[in-house]
T-cell receptor, first 114, second 113 residues
Framework: KQEVTQIPAALSVPEGENLVLNCSFT??????LQWFRQDPGKGLTSLLL?????REQTSGRLNASLDKSSGRSTLYIAASQPGDSATYLC?????????????FGKGTHLIIQP | EAQVTQNPRYLITVTGKKLTVTCSQN?????MSWYRQDPGLGLRQIYY???????DKGDVPEGYKVSRKEKRNFPLILESPSPNQTSLYFC????????????FGPGTRLTVT
């Protein structure tokens, strides 16, 4: 059964720092990996989707990488801002049978201090 | 604006009183699904639908029903809610099926007393 782990569970950094959030998954048979942000009382906002054949995706100050063979993904946030404070979730879609839906990690709660 | 909407956003009810949470998307997506989010357990899929009149169980379907009579709507039905169904519920949709980018609604916070 696929398991997704996110490290660290919580992170607090001063504004302006570059930071890396980590995601690992146990089964490398995936279609894609998706990063989301979740704000309190709100839904999940899709940030980046990386197909299994891709190595990375970029959107503005965000860059996500994928190493499928080692079961790892990182989300790099450049020049962090207080508005980046949220919980970041990674999720995978398996290609080898089993669960139909996304398998989520438990998230990294990020606080950017002004 | 392309979006997934859910109603109600907040609901407090009592054990055994049937309720329906509605989900609607305006993106002509074929694939829709429901998740619940619980502290320490993360998000888990309840049911999904690959198209109109095609639904199937996810990881935690017990105590829930769904229907897909129209492409845009995918209601979640709790026929006899119990306190262990107190949770935050999300509806999601995707243009390219389960392997496509998933778009989530704003969530429905349900409390069953």
């Amino acid at each position: 059964k696929q398991e997704v782990t996110q490290i660290p569970a919580a992170l607090s950094v001063p504004e302006g720092e570059n930071l890396v959030l980590n995601c690992s998954f146990t089964d490398s048979a995936i279609y894609n990996l998706q990063w989301f942000r979740q704000d309190p009382g709100k839904g999940l906002t899709s940030l980046l989707l990386i197909q299994s054949s891709q190595r990375e995706q970029t959107s503005g100050r965000l860059n996500a990488s994928l190493d499928k063979s080692s079961g790892r993904s990182t989300l790099y946030i450049a020049a962090s801002q207080p508005g980046d404070s949220a919980t970041y979730l990674c999720a995978v879609i398996g290609s080898g049978g089993g669960a139909d839906g996304l398998t989520f990690g438990k998230g990294t709660h990020l606080i950017i201090q002004p | 604006e392309a979006q997934v909407t859910q109603n109600p956003r907040y609901l407090i009810t009592v054990t055994g009183k049937k309720l329906t949470v509605t989900c609607s998307q305006n993106m002509n997506h074929e694939y829709m699904s429901w998740y619940r989010q619980d502290p320490g357990l993360g998000l888990r899929q309840i049911y999904y639908s690959m198209n109109v009149e095609v639904t199937d169980k996810g990881d935690v379907p017990e105590g829930y029903k769904v229907s897909r009579k129209e492409k845009r709507n995918f209601p979640l039905i709790l026929e006899s809610p119990s306190p262990n169904q107190t949770s935050l519920y999300f509806c999601a949709s995707s243009l390219l099926g389960r392997a496509g980018e998933q778009y989530f609604g704003p969530g429905t916070r349900l409390t069953v007393t």
